[in-house]
């Protein structure tokens, strides 16, 4: 078994290749399925997640054909059978294609088996915004997370990918985990602008992280700003501003958006007694309605502000860069939200 | 690895001024996305791109078989498909630079061309998404017996899809007019034609539906049009829906900056050699129907004017946040 890993900082994109390396080195019950993942001179997947694993591992990187619906049900039937299949989608838009396997098949089967049967089944998707348009860019946890037989996480750095990864590939669950264009730091011709780091250390050796726990990226007792992927970052980078203003933040990062982490984050708002939640993607419907209502429920009255949303307006992803950046949650809004209510 | 097919581009039965129409449509798709490629590369325009140099006698070829009112679905590599259905230069430069005057008023961008006058929906970027659709489209122009026909362009990529067999399935069974055309330029993004499927043709599948499909040389642009016009007459006449597999190449990346890696250097250089406009353009010398120095004249004009239209683009009037929320409903 292969656990030892050489400290230094690395990406997203070369955390989950290199948890995937080792998982596959772990336990010959692990492949991957998926578009363009094993093709020489290829890509190595959408965002060079996948790269050179083909001639490492080449009858477990299983390149697809463009057939989501078939490839996620193909999944479904493997781990049925006692494969660890880790399959992903290009975009996560492209989950709408998959979705019947996901919600109706690998969610299901467990309860409607009376639990005679198991779906350990990984699933990535690439999520956000980054001027591609209305079909390149989505963010779709918003459907998974009323899935019940669905675990679904969402990774905003390179040692959560390292560890949710391998918790995921070794859960009996499936397990649907929500990546950001942005914050893969992808090289070379697949490299985005207007990438943030994400990248982190990576201690020695082999760890794996829960599947249902939220981290507090920075301690603070006048509000609390929950957010995820992107809008993690932008919440630290907002609390950082804040503190120039005398306002102390509590930054988490739900990073388990199924089950959410209601204990993190209802500690954490008893505390400061306000909270903010940062979603990209549209307000309506969104993970923050979730959130808001579980800390209500729990909490009653005893929060002292009523809780506020920073998400995008309710519409389609538009193109044009001003607008995708009207839609994009940013650290004036949550500022401004923060501060708001602070001061209300 | 699919050899490019030989045959000389016969034009014998066409006068001079049809056939310097389509050369003339293919270098201003293939200029179009050559400059777009450069100011991508640059860093000028926003997003990414999906673009179909080496593929314009597709465009070209079937959208010269279409009428006016006709319509056409296209994919994220939908440029040449667009320029062909007759989009303007403007308005499409526009929408890449995410300018309100573009044509989707800088809400659609590269991968969902529109214009609703010229018989084009938004393009759609889901691979296959576009299949039914057209199949739709199709049964209402049946319903409705207005004598209109559907193109629906999409890749050999797209085969595999569930969206492509069940929309198919449709046309077929309810006999509508749209002729679905596949542009097989042999990979579906880094992927090989050969690695997604069994037999040997995309055309013969189509059997098991009911459908004639037919392989032709989709470099051939004359080839194109002439397979095109019988299945668009055919349509017409109540004998859709059609199916065309068109062989090609892509000249340039799938996307954005792809070096093409996996394309064997040997295949593309001879697929390189079957370049469609060259080999049309061979062809309307050879029969004296134009000399080298006038074909150069029509690529230079198409330049000057996509460089107008540069400028042009550039001071155009950008989208406010007044425009963020509207159009979501009709
Ligand atoms: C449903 C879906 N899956 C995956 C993609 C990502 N993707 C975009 S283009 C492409 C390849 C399409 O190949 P093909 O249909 O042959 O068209 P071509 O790119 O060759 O024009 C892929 C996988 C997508 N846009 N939609
Ligand atoms: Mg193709």
Redesign the pocket.
């Known amino acids: 078994m292969t656990t030892t890993t050489t400290p230094k900082r690395v990406s997203i994109a070369e955390s989950l290749r290199g948890a995937i390396t080792e998982e596959m080195e772990r336990d010959p019950k692990v492949f991957c399925l998926g ?2 993942i094993a093709v020489p001179g290829g890509w190595g997947g959408a965002f060079t997640v996948t790269l050179g694993l083909e001639e490492r591992f080449p009858d477990r990187m299983i390149n697809t054909p ?1 057939a ?1 619906l078939g490839f996620f049900g193909v999944g479904v039937g493997a781990a049925l059978m006692g494969m660890r299949p880790i399959v992903d ?3 996560g838009d ?1 989950l709408f ?1 998959a979705m019947d396997q996901i919600v109706n098949n690998a969610a299901k089967m467990c309860y409607m088996s009376g639990g005679q049967c198991k779906v350990p089944l990984v699933m990535r998707a690439p999520v956000g915004a980054t001027g591609r348009g209305s079909q ?1 860019a989505q963010n779709l946890e918003r459907y998974f997370i009323g899935v019940p037989g669905l675990k679904v996480v969402a990774v905003s750095t390179a040692y959560d990918a390292r560890g949710i990864l391998k918790a995921a590939v070794r859960d009996d669950n499936p397990v649907l985990i929500f990546e950001h264009k942005l914050l893969y730091g992808s090289k070379g011709a697949r490299a985005e602008s207007g990438a943030i780091d994400a990248s982190s250390e990576i201690p020695e050796g082999d760890y794996v992280l829960p599947l249902d726990q939220a981290a507090i990226r920075r301690e603070g007792n006048d509000v609390t700003i929950v957010g995820w992927l992107l809008t993690a970052h932008l919440a630290q980078q907002a609390a950082d501003r804040l503190a120039d203003e005398g306002v102390q933040a509590e930054v988490i990062d739900a990073r388990s958006l199924s089950p959410i982490d209601f204990a993190t984050i209802c500690a954490s708002v008893e505390k400061t007694g306000r909270l903010v939640i940062v979603e990209e993607g549209p307000k309506t419907g969104g993970v923050g309605a979730e959130i808001a209502a579980g800390v209500t429920e729990r909490l009653g009255d005893r929060a002292r502000a009523s809780i506020r949303r920073v998400a995008s307006a309710d519409i389609p992803v538009p193109f044009t860069p001003v607008l995708e950046n009207a839609y994009v949650p940013d650290v004036p809004r949550i500022m401004a939200a923060v501060l708001d209510m602070v001061k209300g | 690895m699919t050899n490019p097919p030989q045959a000389k581009i016969d034009i014998d039965s066409y006068e001079a001024g049809f056939l310097l129409g389509l050369y003339e449509r293919m270098v201003q798709i293939r200029e179009f996305e050559e400059g777009v490629k450069f100011l991508f590369l640059e860093g000028t325009m926003p997003g990414t791109i ?1 673009q179909c140099q080496g593929q314009e006698a597709c465009a070209v070829g079937v959208c010269t078989a279409l009428e006016p009112t006709d319509w056409i679905t296209s ?3 939908g440029h040449g498909h667009a320029l062909a259905k007759g989009l303007s230069v403007d308005e499409m430069l526009f929408e890449l630079f995410g300018a309100a005057t573009g044509c989707a008023g800088g809400k659609g961008g590269s991968m969902h061309m529109v214009n609703m006058d010229k018989g084009m929906i938004p393009s759609i ?5 576009g299949v039914p659709v057209a199949a739709g489209m199709a049964l209402a122009f049946k319903m409705q017996q207005t004598g209109q026909v559907a193109a629906c362009f ?5 085969i595999a ?1 569930g969206a492509f067999h069940e929309g198919v399935n449709m046309a077929a069974i309810w006999d509508v007019p749209v002729v679905f055309i596949c ?1 097989n ?1 042999q ?3 880094s992927t090989h034609v050969s690695k997604v499927m069994r037999a040997a043709t995309i055309a013969e599948r189509l059997s098991s539906y009911g459908i004639d499909g037919r392989r032709i040389d989709g470099n051939d642009v004359i080839a194109v049009y002439e397979a095109a016009r019988r299945a668009v007459d055919d349509c017409r006449a109540g004998r859709g829906p059609a199916f065309l597999e068109l062989l090609t190449y ?1 000249r340039t990346g ?1 996307s954005r900056r792809d070096a093409c890696h996996y394309q064997p250097k040997p295949e593309r250089e001879q697929w390189l050699e079957y370049d469609p406009i060259v080999r049309l353009g061979q062809a309307l010398v050879e029969a004296g129907h134009a000399t080298t120095e006038e074909l150069d004249a029509v690529r230079k004009q198409i330049l000057t004017s996509f460089d107008d239209a540069v400028e042009r683009a550039k001071t155009q009037p950008q989208p406010t946040l007044a425009d963020l929320t509207t159009h979501v409903l009709a």
């Open positions: 578009e363009d463009i989501e989608v290009q975009y492209f294609l390149h | 999906h994919t994220f590599r970027a889901i691979v296959a998404g999409f890749g050999d990529g797209a899809e542009e330029n990979y579906g993004a892509r799938h």
